[in-house]
């Protein structure tokens, strides 16, 4: 069973830049999965990120898209989120998930980030 | 890229039925397939339906997913409401240009 765990600073000053960690245990980056980011602005919807697969290539939400930027590390079975420039429309719990056959099958329990000014 | 859109809230009594509808701004409903998840605070996310209308292990079939093309909308229904299906639901989908849109979310209260 693949679980998703995520980590990092839960505040981030605003024009400072967020990352993200997610360890990945029960799987390993296939062939067959891509490895995303998602967030929730606190009272609003879902927002896609992005994604990240096994070969290291990687696609981004147009509107994020000349902010972040996302890598994996396969020996540590982990892939990572950094986004910057944040400002307060940044707050957000974010979740790390994998997407199989375009489903997010697993998620991670997800972590607040504030962005402080 | 487009937009599904969700109606912001429903609600109904427990042991009654209640559908939720998706509908694509642009591109056909049923051109990629469509998923729902259910989130609850505090909790991650977890589907319901994938690809249209399969339900995961685990998720009773009280949950069904229906795709019409004519209303380009996309519906999730659950039929013999419980307390525990009070959440949001999410839809989401695809393209070639995009890997993935949510829909705007729907809460549903079981009043």
């Known amino acids: 069973q693949v679980q998703l765990q995520e980590s990092g600073p839960g505040l981030v000053k605003a024009s400072g830049t967020l990352s993200l960690i997610c360890v990945i245990s029960g799987d390993s980056f296939s062939h067959s999965s891509w490895w995303n980011w998602v967030r929730q602005p606190p009272g609003r919807g879902l927002e896609w990120i992005g994604e990240i697969n096994y070969e290291g290539r990687a696609n981004y939400n147009p509107s994020l898209e000349s902010r972040v930027s996302m890598s994996r590390d396969t020996s540590k079975n982990q892939f990572s989120l950094r986004l910057t420039s944040v400002t307060a429309a940044d707050t957000a719990i974010y979740f790390c998930?994998?997407?199989?056959?375009?489903?997010?099958?697993?998620w991670g329990q997800g972590t607040l980030v504030t962005v402080s000014s | 890229n487009f937009v599904l859109t969700q109606p912001p809230s429903v609600s109904e009594s427990p042991g009654k039925t209640v559908t939720i509808s998706c509908t694509r701004s642009s591109g056909s409903i049923d051109a990629n397939f469509v998923q729902w998840y259910k989130l609850r605070p505090g909790s991650a996310p977890t589907t319901v339906i994938y690809e249209d209308s399969q339900r995961p292990s685990g998720v009773p079939d009280r949950f069904s997913g229906s795709v019409d093309r004519y209303s380009n909308t996309a519906s999730l229904t659950i039929s013999g409401l419980m307390p525990e299906d009070e959440a949001d639901y999410y839809c989401q989908s695809y393209d070639s240009d995009i890997p993935c849109v949510f829909g705007t979310g729907t809460k549903l209260t079981v009043l």
């Open positions: 998930a994998r997407l199989v056959s375009r489903n997010f099958d697993s």
